[in-house]
């Protein structure tokens, strides 16, 4: 099955610098990546998707790059600010089955 | 538009009990799927219904079942509670047209002593 990596487990950033987080997949046939932001006690929110026909996408300060022959993804958030502050988990989707990697713990420093 | 809800918010078992959770969709949505989340990790893919059938399943026992009803509203039920069954169990919903997009529900955390 579908094994998905991300890195860091912990990052912390100054207010207004960048925040790279980084997943790797196993499954070639997986063809959907989705971004979800996680806050203390609260549902995963969706926050930018990227399916496998495209390379990058852009929503405002966040960024999403998929790499098909080399099977990773990575989340750009730009000009962080506290309310970034969150655990953001990657995803990769094949046949309905989404496979979450064990997330991201980013803190951001006011 | 009401979105993806979940009951009961919180649950308190003992080992051996059996417990059903509830999920209804977000408003046009047709598809549930289920999810554990144990603490400090990413949520675990247990199954997906669509059409009250179970259509994908993850690396779950037998002892955890679902149902789907006509309205699309869905049951996870989990059968001989053991304590590594404590997890916070979510919801997610998606229309079958763009089935990939899911969205969650806030979750039901179930507690098993």
């Known amino acids: 099955g579908e094994n998905v990596e991300q890195h860091p487990s912990t990052l912390s950033v100054q207010e207004g610098d960048s925040a790279v987080i980084k997943c790797t997949y196993s499954?070639?046939?997986?063809?959907?990546f989705p971004w979800y932001k996680q806050e203390l006690g609260k549902r995963p929110q969706l926050i930018i998707d990227i399916r496998s026909n495209v390379g990058e996408k852009k929503d405002q300060r966040i960024a999403v790059t998929l790499n098909k022959t080399a099977k990773h993804f990575s989340l750009h958030i730009t000009e962080t600010q506290p309310e970034d502050s969150a655990v953001y988990f990657c995803?990769?989707?094949?046949?309905?089955?989404?496979?979450f990697g064990a997330g991201t713990r980013l803190t951001v420093k006011p | 538009d009401a979105g993806v809800t979940q009951s009961p918010t919180h649950l308190i078992k003992t080992r051996g009990q059996q417990v059903t959770l509830r999920c209804s969709p977000k408003s046009g949505h047709d598809t549930v799927s289920w999810y554990q989340q144990a603490l400090g990790q990413g949520p675990q893919f247990i199954f997906q219904?669509?059409?009250?059938?179970?259509?994908q399943r993850g690396n779950f026992p037998d002892r955890f079942s679902g149902h789907q009803f006509p309205n699309y509203s869905s049951e996870l039920n989990v059968n001989a509670l053991l304590l590594g069954d404590s997890a916070l169990y979510l919801c997610?919903?998606?229309?079958?047209?763009?089935?990939?997009?899911?969205?969650f529900g806030p979750g039901t955390r179930l507690t098993v002593l």
């Open positions: 219904y669509y059409e009250e059938e179970e259509r």
């Open positions: 499954d070639s046939a997986s063809n959907y």
């Open positions: 997610a919903s998606s229309w079958t047209g763009s089935t990939d997009t899911q969205y």
């Open positions: 995803a990769a989707v094949n046949n309905n089955d989404m496979r």
